[in-house]
């Protein structure tokens, strides 16, 4: 997830947990106020009642009027029982259906004068009250229907406002981020691409003095140590490869002149011709580094080229062939490969040429029959060339590092070799967006895929 992302999703979780709070506290509260002002209105309801007996002669006649006129009594849904002093029913509000009470309640009001209970459906508020000398037992229940269709109401308009107002600040807070990460993008966009080729690039700098300025200007700096690094690298591998390359070519060029010209023992024959292979070995490794310094993964595709496979393989066995004549070459195109297939890929073929020279050489020093067999595949998405040759295989702990830098296998000791050649062949591949495998098919089987994706 991105910094962006990462920021928005915080600020809306927590803006939705503080304003979840703030509608739970200001529901909570409302509440809380309803009970209140309903309890309020109950205990006037009751004196208003008590008030209504004391001044009227005969109120069991005229209360049912006055009661069932009352608008009160339909927002509060209210009913109202009077007891005499021997706690007989001689009032009540409700009509056309028996009238039920609890005599624990009326015993309770002896005691306790009032008692309101919220808990119970309808609410209660009870009192006993003594009017012009006698007693009256006083029971109103009412259910608060306008407070409660308020709450309600508040409670789906609170909803409302939190779904809302979460979508909101979640949309405006990707959005402000966005423009407030916008330099630091910008600056990972600069980055992105800067390469090894390209570390003269300096980021641009803004006069904002911030932490993305310091960044950029930090990152500045590191670049130009890197290029003075890289650059005495290069500089230094070009060199060493050019004075090794001028002696080579001497000693190859007087080896050459003792083979032919010379009266040699078979024994002496066989050392000056494994001397000259080495050195034609060493020789093709200072081409390559030098070729590999001359390139990099971002500039090599500026000067691709449509280069034929066949081509390619035939000229570096041709190449491979002077030091090693005894190799012989089976050559194959699959019947998986399609009939308009072109036979070609896009690269370097001074570099491919070193990839397949490689591993012919390979064929050669570690083959039992000093035969490679070559198959290409070509289909609508990439086209492989499989290099085959018997011999000892590499154990499976070791197939791993194969291509790593001096890594020679078990089935290369007593055979000379720099341990570069197979990571020289990789490093190639992967500037051509190609990859290689190995893998042993079967015993005494080495096979080499290489894999060229279009």
């Known amino acids: 997830m991105s910094l962006k992302r990462k920021i928005a999703l915080n600020l809306s979780i927590a803006f939705s947990l503080l304003f979840g709070i703030v509608m739970a506290v200001i529901y909570m509260s409302f509440n809380d106020f309803r009970k209140d002002e309903f309890k309020e209105r109950f205990r006037q309801r009751l004196e208003f009642t008590s008030h209504f007996i004391a001044k009227s002669k005969d109120f069991e006649e005229e209360a049912p009027v006055f009661f069932n006129e009352n608008s009160d009594n339909i927002l509060l849904n209210e009913n109202i029982l009077i007891f005499n002093d021997n706690k007989e029913l001689i009032y009540s509000t409700i009509k056309d259906r028996n ?3 609890d005599n ?3 015993k309770e009001l002896d005691e306790k004068k009032v008692i309101y209970s919220e808990k119970t459906v309808p609410e209660i508020y009870a009192a006993l009250k003594n009017i012009n ?11 608060d229907t306008n407070g409660n269709s308020k709450l309600e109401y508040l409670k789906y308009l609170l909803i409302t406002a939190y779904v809302m107002s979460t979508l909101l600040i979640g949309f405006f807070s990707y959005y402000f981020m966005g423009q407030f990460l916008k330099p630091l993008e910008d600056l990972n966009k600069e980055i992105s691409e800067v390469t090894a080729h390209k570390l003269t690039t300096e980021i641009p700098v803004r006069d904002s003095n911030d932490e993305i300025d310091v960044l950029a200007k930090s990152f500045n700096t590191m670049i130009k140590r890197l290029d003075d690094v890289f650059q005495s690298q290069k500089d230094f591998t070009a060199s060493a490869s050019h004075e090794i390359r001028t002696p080579l070519t001497r000693m190859a060029f007087q080896l050459e002149n003792l083979i032919k010209f010379g009266q040699h023992s078979q024994e002496t024959l066989s050392s000056l011709q494994q001397i000259k292979r080495d050195v034609y070995q060493l020789s093709d490794l200072t081409n390559s580094l030098l070729l590999l310094t001359k ?8 000067i691709y080229e449509e280069v ?3 081509e390619v393989i035939f000229e570096s066995f041709e190449a491979v062939e002077k030091s090693y004549p005894t190799l012989k070459m089976d050559f194959l195109i699959s019947e998986n490969t399609s009939e308009n297939a072109l036979l070609t890929i896009k690269g370097v073929q001074s570099l491919l040429d070193i990839v397949f020279i490689n591993l012919f050489k390979n ?6 029959d000093t035969e490679v067999d070559v198959l ?4 609508e998405n990439k086209t492989v060339v499989d290099v085959i040759s018997n011999g000892n295989t590499i154990p499976k702990k070791e197939q791993p590092k194969l291509f790593e830098a001096f890594m020679r296998g078990n089935n290369s000791q007593n055979t000379s ?4 050649g197979l990571r020289i062949v990789k490093r190639i591949l992967e500037y051509h967006g190609a990859e290689i495998t190995y893998t042993a098919p079967g015993d005494l089987l080495n096979k080499f895929s290489v894999i060229f994706y279009k």
């Open 104 to 106: 624990t309640l009326l």
């Open 376 to 379: 290409i595949t070509e289909t």
């Open 363 to 368: 064929a050669a020093i570690y083959s039992d």
């Open 133 to 143: 000398g006698e007693n009256y037992y006083i029971l109103t229940s009412a259910y």
């Open 417 to 420: 070799g720099s341990g570069l």
């Open 308 to 310: 034929r496979i066949d």
């Open 295 to 302: 390139f990099d993964k971002e500039n090599i595709q500026s």
């Open 99 to 101: 009238v039920t009470w």
